[in-house]
């Protein structure tokens, strides 16, 4: 049983262009959490997903950042117009739901912007 | 919202002897408190957890305890190995009930052999 899997696991961005950032949950999970970790700092929520649907935002710039989670296919953070401050490590962590509140996190994708 | 406090932010220990690291949280309502554990470009790996219901869980060689009326709980490590060296993070379910993690800025824990 594969963990949470996010790729790529280094992404590097020249300021303007785009970051794609996927994340597929443990098989069996439908729920999905985005959360960014600056350099020795603690994790910061961004946004939570099921499938199809935005559940909670409130931690997502209101400005260049999206989330989806589809029906097929893993969930994406997506950044555009990258900004230097956007540079940091972001993690995906699933859960299964329903009582269940254990969230198991991916690597990590390390997004650097030059 | 929640705010999670993790003290002390460096910790060292000679192998073998114990680590605790406590956390303390602001909102009362919160009710699961899990700890993760994470090395050097790793993700987090959750290592423990306890629910508000319960004031002590052990696995092995980690322990946590919860103290509601404080609104403190703490992460204890005994017979510490240089494996057990990482970052270590509390963390505590949010408002709203949609089971988002506040977490602490994480303590550096460092097992000197």
Request: with cysteine; glycine share 10%; net charge positive.
């Amino acid at each position: 049983n594969a963990g949470v899997m996010q790729n790529p696991r280094h992404l590097v961005r020249r300021r303007g262009q785009e970051a794609r950032l996927r994340c597929s949950p443990m098989k069996g999970h439908s729920h999905v959490y985005w959360y960014r970790q600056l350099p020795e700092e603690g994790l910061k929520f961004m946004v939570y997903l099921q499938k199809e649907n935005i559940i909670d935002e409130s931690g997502m710039p209101k400005e260049r950042f999206s989330a989806e989670f589809p029906k097929e296919g893993p969930s994406i953070l997506r950044i555009q117009q990258v900004v230097r401050g956007d540079s940091a490590a972001y993690f995906c962590a699933s859960s299964p739901g329903g009582s269940s509140t254990e969230a198991f996190f991916g690597q990590g994708t390390r997004l650097t912007v030059v | 919202g929640e705010n999670v406090e993790q003290h002390p932010s460096t910790l060292s220990v000679q192998e073998g002897d114990s680590a605790v690291i406590k956390c303390t949280y602001s909102d009362s309502a919160s009710n699961y408190f899990p700890w993760y554990k994470q090395e050097l470009g790793k993700g987090p790996q959750l290592i423990i957890d306890i629910r508000s219901n319960v004031g002590e869980k052990k696995d092995q060689r980690i322990a946590v305890t919860l103290n509601k009326t404080a609104k403190h709980f703490s992460l204890h490590i005994t017979e510490t190995q240089p494996e057990d060296s990482a970052v270590y993070f509390c963390a505590a379910t949010g408002e709203g009930g949609n089971n988002r993690l506040a977490f602490g800025k994480g303590n550096q824990v460092v097992v000197i052999p």
